[in-house]
Antibody, heavy 123, light 109 residues
Framework: QVQLVESGGGVVQPGRSLRLSCTAS????????MHWVRQAPGKGLEWVAV????????YYADSVKGRFTISRDNSKNTLYMQMNSLRPEDTAVYYC????????????????WGQGTTVTVSS | QSVLTQPPSMSAAPGQKVTISCSGS????????VFWYQQLPGTAPKLLIY???RRPSGIPDRFSGSKSGTSATLGITGLQTGDEADYYC??????????FGGGTKLTVL
């Protein structure tokens, strides 16, 4: 079965950096786009970024563009999110999620989610 | 605020039916598939409906989806206490982003 396991969260000061990882198993990782979605405490879902199956295309929410970088290592079945210049408003549970479609060109939705990793940005 | 508009909360009695709306525009719902997610308290979201009205395996037929123009609707019949959750709609937007609704908290009284 599909399994997504996030790691790398923690408490970090404003302006510092953090790198999240998501290790995937149970499906052909190299065939699917992958997303990061976050949820601030008591708030709704906020999409953060998506990367295509081969890493050639990347799209970001305006709120993180220029600060966050999504990447993947298909040889390790692992998704990453490098988060720089962190702000208190980046505090959230970060989920990685598998796109629904193989070799998708558009990214309508997700059909598997990890358990999430918590990022807290505070001085 | 969210690009897609959902009612913040809804409530209904066990056994009843509820419909949750999701309103967008021609740049998102109007020209793209809508997905619905269920998030039970303290857990990760789970796919409930894909491509407007299709159910993944394992999702009971009490859950249904529809789309008309720039709006979509999630229907739940035969409400159970276990359906108490937050429900989100989502889709692709022509601005090259994924957009979600703000979420609807469903209470089964």
């Amino acid at each position: 079965q599909v399994q997504l396991v996030e790691s790398g969260g923690g408490v970090v000061q404003p302006g510092r950096s953090l790198r999240l990882s998501c290790t995937a198993s149970g499906f052909t990782f190299t065939s699917y786009g992958m997303h990061w979605v976050r949820q601030a405490p008591g708030k709704g879902l906020e999409w953060v970024a998506v990367i295509s199956y081969d890493g050639s295309s990347k799209y970001y929410a305006d709120s993180v563009k220029g600060r966050f970088t999504i990447s993947r290592d298909n040889s390790k079945n692992t998704l990453y999110m490098q988060m720089n210049s962190l702000r208190p408003e980046d505090t959230a549970v970060y989920y990685c999620a598998k796109d629904y479609y193989t070799y998708g060109q558009y990214y309508y939705g997700m059909n598997a989610w990890g358990q999430g990793t918590t990022v807290t940005v505070s001085s | 605020q969210s690009v897609l508009t959902q009612p913040p909360s809804m409530s209904a009695a066990p056994g009843q039916k509820v419909t949750i709306s999701c309103s967008g525009s021609s740049s998102n719902i109007g020209n793209n598939y809508v997905f619905w997610y269920q998030q039970l308290p303290g857990t990760a979201p789970k796919l409930l409906i894909y491509e407007n009205n299709r159910r993944p395996s394992g999702i009971p037929d009490r859950f249904s989806g529809s789309k008309s123009g720039t709006s979509a609707t999630l229907g739940i019949t035969g409400l159970q206490t276990g359906d108490e959750a937050d429900y989100y709609c989502g889709t692709w937007d022509n601005s090259l982003t994924v957009v979600f609704g703000g979420g609807t908290k469903l209470t089964v009284l």
